[in-house]
């Protein structure tokens, strides 16, 4: 019968916080000074990371946050981090929501949220501020320029997250996807499920704690900008590298400004572009240790290629908005072109038949 169950073990000396804020809080009294995330010409270290997600949590605390939802409308950066801490810390369960959708796409994913705070920046403070109106949402939290200024959090040494901390079986966090149907629906998961993601990921793909530069160009509105790119980094105590717009240019840039040594990578587009780049001729990518792919096929050709250029391999994957665990390309153990590979530790998958979606097909 296809039931496919993994023969990947987790490392048994991971950290087993029992929540990413709880791991936040350690990276903030273990390695106060390391750079937590670098955005463009700005960075803070994990000191001023959790204390900026301690003071948001008070303000959202203070606006009924604590055990409803909180809706972030926001582009990648350091603020969109601190949201999605922030709100994690505050008790209430984040929905992240893809900043570029228009008034009628974004309306009903709010209805399905029921958010108690919607928090989003300056550019999208009028748009927020109308849907907010049309869903009944009381509180909007603009973070910003003359609004809130989230650093001042960051830079107060009386903040700390030291309070009443979320637990493993609650809501941390909702992403919305549409499947086969169109209208996106809301998948939640619990911080358990969070700090399972990061264990399962690592049987996958091993990173070393307290090393790692992470580079990202995946939005963290999307499950694995947010999860792989935020979270992963966060458990790891390593540092983001956020790229808000994808460039080929300015990301080849990144890989040497800051000696990364994880690209989160994305569709193949993402490495065809860099690979056509004029500035691939001279970059130096040799801190990297591996470059991730999914959300597309990559081609065999393309990925001969890159490995040939810069002597880094392309591992392909796939996840899905709905479950925390990915496939991929084990980074030790076989590795097939073309596929996206094994099933992480502690995990089994089905295949079923695609009529009733109940019939377990046999191999092959």
């Not at 800051?258 to 587009?269: D, E, K, L, T």
Request: proline letters at 8%; one cysteine or more.
């Amino acid at each position: 019968m296809a039931i496919v169950r993994s023969r990947l073990k987790l490392d048994p000396e991971l950290p087993d916080f029992p929540t990413i804020t709880h791991a936040l809080a350690f990276a903030a009294g273990h390695v106060p000074d390391r750079t937590a995330i670098i955005c463009q010409d700005e960075s803070i270290n994990f000191a001023q990371y959790a204390r900026g997600a301690a003071g948001l949590a008070d303000a959202l605390q203070s606006r009924g946050a604590r055990g409803s939802r909180v809706a972030i409308m926001m582009n990648s950066s350091i603020n969109m981090a601190l949201a999605s801490h922030g709100g994690m810390a505050a008790g209430a369960q984040i929905a992240p929501m893809n900043p570029f959708y228009t008034a009628g796409e974004a309306g009903p994913l709010l209805g399905d949220a029921d958010p108690a705070v919607i928090v989003t920046e300056p550019g999208l403070a009028e748009f927020a501020h109308a849907r907010a109106t049309e869903a009944g949402i009381k509180e909007v939290l603009v973070l910003g320029d003359d609004h809130v200024d989230p650093m001042v959090w960051c830079n107060d040494p009386g903040l700390a997250l030291d309070g009443d901390l979320p637990g493993p079986d609650d809501p941390s966090d909702m992403f919305f996807t549409g499947g086969t149907t169109g209208v996106p629906k809301g998948a939640e998961h619990r911080h358990n499920m969070m700090i399972w993601y990061c264990k399962q990921t690592l049987s996958v793909w091993p990173m070393a704690m307290d090393r790692e530069i992470v580079l990202s160009v995946a939005p963290m509105f999307h499950v694995w900008g947010h999860h792989f790119a935020m979270i992963m980094p966060t458990y790891l105590r390593a540092t983001l590298v956020s790229v808000p717009q994808y460039k080929p240019d300015i990301v080849l840039d990144q890989f040497q400004r800051h000696r990364v040594s994880i690209f989160a990578g994305g569709p193949a587009a993402f490495y065809v572009g860099m690979l056509r780049s004029p500035a691939m001729e001279s970059a130096d990518l040799s801190s990297l240790q591996y470059c991730l792919a999914g959300g597309s096929a990559c081609p065999e050709a393309m990925l001969t290629e890159w490995a040939d250029k810069t002597g880094c391999p392309i591992f392909e994957g796939i996840g899905m908005s709905e479950g925390a665990p990915i496939a991929s390309n084990p980074l030790n153990g076989e590795r097939k072109l073309l596929s996206v590979g094994v099933v992480p530790a502690e995990t089994s998958v089905k295949i079923v038949d695609i009529e009733t979606g109940d019939k377990i097909l046999p191999a092959g």
